[in-house]
């Protein structure tokens, strides 16, 4: 580590540091599946040969809609005679009944996910059938360039169609290897087997190429296979359940597709309405009028409308205030109808974003309603054909619309700029940049010919460097603010906040991630997972509960195949999918199981985290979460280590982590993922928060001022640097004095 700073130019050697600072998290991956082939005596057929042949192991897969009506359609092929078959995740929708019909023209009912990787778009689905024409898996790693494939699927509902064409490449593609095939993909091929001419499968339709017709992308079949070696398997009841709107919270009126994700609102597909209108109706209790209902919207396409609506019925009847079409109205619903839908007040504001997030506000006196957009009040209105009623959400025709912030109470502000403020934030944005913006007319320009437009090219740049450093600026703000609220936690008093410390780590790359969502969520769980057991039931049935509405009835599961995605770090995003790494999911553990009576805690074992179950009666019990809840001896936990790990066992491993300790563990993950691709901006964050846990760490104040140094943050590094100077710590005298002859030298004069 100490000699970073003979090349501090060089990013690459601070990576070095974090993955020395970090403790390495990596796991026993599934075994690797590429490694061999499938093999297979049999010779190359003919396009017509094989399409004979596997057009029996083809499916269309479907799923249904709120009104039973099918919704989407796509492909799958059968890769196990006992029912299992591979698709696409995209194919088959969210939380949606879904179905399978084979070639002989019989149906079945999807009866569970069987595993799913998100960051692949790959799902196994399992049917109550045997004896299936399972096709053979190859190993789409030895698939050459111009090798002859085929594919089969359904295009825009042309079943089993057959295509051919060559493997023209493999690209990446958002982190994930794609084979690239001279293949048109069309609406419903997606999941459908892509082959070579021995009938194995290679790959599963996924992608369409946005700049020719004959060219599109599937997912090798070797990502597959870890899903199909540990899958996770969701039974139907359950899946159902994933991203749906919570009932105790809305109540959602037919039309439309209503889900929740990272603690917002979001809403897709034609509502049953007329015009398209679909509505997400409140649970809360509504206070006696004067009240006031907010909430922050954003749409596409522009044209679209979606907003709020109060004094529902449950049914037709009801107001709504909502952009529309870039103006903003204000309606009554009387009814199902054109005839009985009366726009009260419509007109155009500058106060509207055309883009981005807009927010709305209504107040409900009683003789008038007053209706807000962003803060500015744009429409005063009386009406009294309806005095009470429900409020919540609405969209209308074909608009994909996302809402956060939904709040009713007796009376809603939100911070507002004062003059003073603004006066002040304007201050410091033209400082940024010496030069302020042109001062002459652009009619004057003309003359001056080409000197002109040069001085206008050189004052853009200066604007947009300016644009670069006042996002810069915000960003930095959000960062204080977190780690502000993150010291806040981890230092109060009374029984240490876990989960709110570990959602305040993802918030500090997700700045609008809503923690109370998630709190709730958790609390939601914990609440389902006991709702069978009587108020008496014994530490032990509380467990066992736990272990089976975890891991059999909602899927949660470790990641196989995107292991390094920093999604899995992310406790928000766990929750959101069902996948994680080893820690975030036994955070999760912790805190269902903390909420239920149950006392569990972390076991920091060297490269790969587990928990351990400690009754007040009866002997503990480890609990491997990341392999979906695997109860573990010590014998085991040293197997997993030394399976892992060429240094000697020490029983200590088995210790209980502090809290604080799983917190920095949690950040070392990051740090080490953001030091992979050399992102000193969240390599600097992760620092910084693991500084708030322990301040007097001369390791991470002297990787601070290195990352300062990279970052130009000229007086953090040097207030580091005299850190450094005045107290003991692990570094050389000569390292320190390195790096603060680099800031000198480098830093504006």
């Known amino acids: 580590m100490l000699h970073l700073i003979r090349g501090l130019t060089s990013i690459a050697l601070l990576s070095v540091v974090a993955t020395a600072l970090a403790q390495d998290q990596a796991i026993d991956r599934p075994a690797d599946a590429t490694a061999t082939s499938n093999a297979d005596a049999g010779m190359d057929k003919s396009v017509e040969e094989l399409a004979a042949i596997a057009k029996k192991s083809v499916v269309v897969v479907t799923f249904r809609g709120r009104d ?85 699927g359904n295009p825009v509902g042309l079943e089993r169609s057959v295509v051919s064409g060559v493997l023209s490449g493999r690209r990446e593609m958002d982190g994930v290897t794609m084979l690239q095939i001279a293949i048109p993909i069309e609406r419903g091929n997606s999941g459908g087997p892509l082959l070579d001419l021995r009938g194995r499968i290679h790959g599963f339709l996924t992608l369409k190429s946005l700049k020719t017709n004959n060219l599109g992308f599937a997912m090798p079949v070797n990502a597959l296979k870890p899903l199909l070696k540990k899958p996770n398997p969701v039974p139907m009841s359950r899946w159902l359940t994933i991203g749906v709107l919570d009932p105790e919270d809305w109540t959602v009126l037919p039309g439309g597709r209503w889900r929740q994700r990272a603690g917002r609102v979001l809403v897709d597909g034609r509502g049953g309405g007329f015009g398209g209108r679909a509505l997400c109706l409140s649970t809360m209790e509504v206070p006696e009028v004067p009240f006031e209902v907010a909430v922050e919207v954003k749409f596409e396409p522009d044209e679209g409308a979606a907003g709020l609506v109060f004094h529902a019925d449950g049914g037709d009847r009801h107001y709504g205030f909502y952009p529309s079409s870039g103006s903003v109205r204000l309606s009554r619903f009387d009814g199902p109808d ?295 001896s010590k014998d085991d936990a040293r197997k997993k280590f030394e399976a892992l790990s060429d240094d000697r066992w020490d029983d200590s491993y088995l210790d209980a982590s502090p809290p604080q300790a799983i917190l920095e563990r949690m950040l070392r993950n990051l740090l080490n993922s953001a030091a992979q691709v050399e992102d000193s901006e969240r390599m600097l964050r992760y620092v910084e928060a693991v500084l708030v846990i322990n301040s007097e760490s001369g390791r991470e104040r002297f990787f601070r001022a290195a990352l300062c140094y990279r970052t130009q943050r000229w007086d953090q590094a040097r207030t580091d640097v005299e850190w450094l100077r005045r107290n003991e710590s692990n570094i050389s005298e000569q390292a320190i004095e390195d790096l603060a002859r680099a800031i000198e030298r480098d830093a504006p004069k």
């Open 68 to 152: 039973g009506e099918r919704q989407g359609l796509g492909s799958g092929v059968i890769v196990d005679s006992n029912g299992l078959i591979a698709t696409n995740l995209h194919v088959i929708g969210e939380a949606r009944p879904i179905s399978v019909e084979l070639q002989d023209g019989r149906k079945f009912d999807v009866t569970a996910i069987e595993a799913t990787e998100r960051s692949h778009d790959l799902a196994v689905l399992r049917i109550d059938a045997n004896g299936l024409p399972a096709l053979p898996l190859g190993n789409s790693d030895e698939l050459q360039d111009g090798q002859a494939v085929m594919a089969i």
């Open 338 to 632: 054109v005839y009985s839908w009366k726009v009260m007040r419509e007109l155009r504001t500058a106060s509207l974003n055309k883009s981005g997030w807009n927010w709305l506000k209504v107040r409900v006196e009683k003789d008038r309603f007053q209706c807000f957009i962003n803060d500015e009040m744009v429409i005063e209105e009386s009406d009294g054909e309806y005095t009470r009623g429900r409020v919540g959400l609405c969209k209308f025709r074909q608009t994909e619309a996302e809402f956060k912030g939904f709040h009713v109470a007796a009376s809603i502000t939100r911070p507002r700029a004062t003059p003073e403020l603004t006066d002040r934030v304007t201050k410091v944005v033209d400082g940024l940049v010496g030069d302020g913006p042109l001062t002459a007319a652009a009619e004057s320009l003309i003359k001056d010919g080409e000197a002109g437009i040069t001085l206008l090219e050189e004052q853009a740049v200066k604007l947009e460097l300016q644009a670069a450093r006042v996002r810069k600026l915000a960003a930095g703000l959000q960062t204080k603010q977190t780690l502000d609220e993150f010291e806040k936690t981890i230092h109060a008093k009374g029984a240490f906040d876990l989960l709110r410390a570990g959602l305040l780590i993802s918030r500090l790359d997700n700045p609008e991630l809503e923690l109370d969502a998630y709190v709730k969520e958790v609390e939601r769980h914990a609440r389902r997972a006991q709702s069978g057991l009587p108020q008496d039931a014994t530490e032990a049935a509380k467990f066992t509960a736990l272990n089976t509405y975890l891991f059999e009835e909602q899927g949660f599961h470790g990641s196989r195949t995107d292991y390094d995605n920093r999604s899995n770090s992310y406790l928000n995003e766990v929750l959101d999918d069902r996948e994680g790494l080893p820690i975030t999911l036994s955070v999760l553990y912790i805190e269902i199981a903390r909420k239920m009576g149950l006392n569990v805690v972390g076991v920091g074992l060297p490269r790969h985290f587990i928990v351990r179950h400690e009754p007040k009666d009866g002997e503990p019990q480890l609990v491997d979460v990341f392999e979906r809840g695997r109860l573990m």
